[in-house]
């Protein structure tokens, strides 16, 4: 059973920074990709940024220039470095795995930015 544990979450005010780790229960070779999604109250979970096996990463287009995600396979574990958070930053943050078999999920951490 594969597990995504996710932390360092938590509240930052507006223009600050936070990184967010993603630890895999087993080699994280054996996935296509890994990202990060959110979810904001009353919005729907939103793809934040993706980090393929061969290191292609891809971000959405409101944290361009502001996040960098990034991957230690010998730690099996992705990150998403946040900087200039804002306070629309704030949401559930949630690690996700995809391989053809099947996708995973963690829990999920809060990231709040508010002054």
């Known amino acids: 059973q594969v597990q995504l544990v996710e932390s360092g979450g938590g509240l930052v005010q507006p223009g600050g920074s936070l990184r967010l780790s993603c630890a895999a229960s087993g080699s994280i070779l054996r996935f296509n990709y890994m990202g990060w999604y959110r979810q904001a109250p009353g919005k729907q979970r939103e793809l934040v940024a993706t980090i393929t096996n061969g290191g292609s990463t891809n971000y959405a287009d409101s944290v361009k220039g502001r996040f960098t995600i990034s991957r230690d396979n010998a730690k099996n574990t992705v990150y998403l470095q946040m900087n200039g958070l804002k306070p629309e930053d704030t949401a559930v943050y949630y690690c996700?795995?995809?391989?053809?078999?099947?996708?995973?999920w963690g829990q999920g951490t809060q990231i709040t930015v508010s002054s």
């Open positions: 996700y795995a995809y391989n053809p078999v099947r996708d995973y």
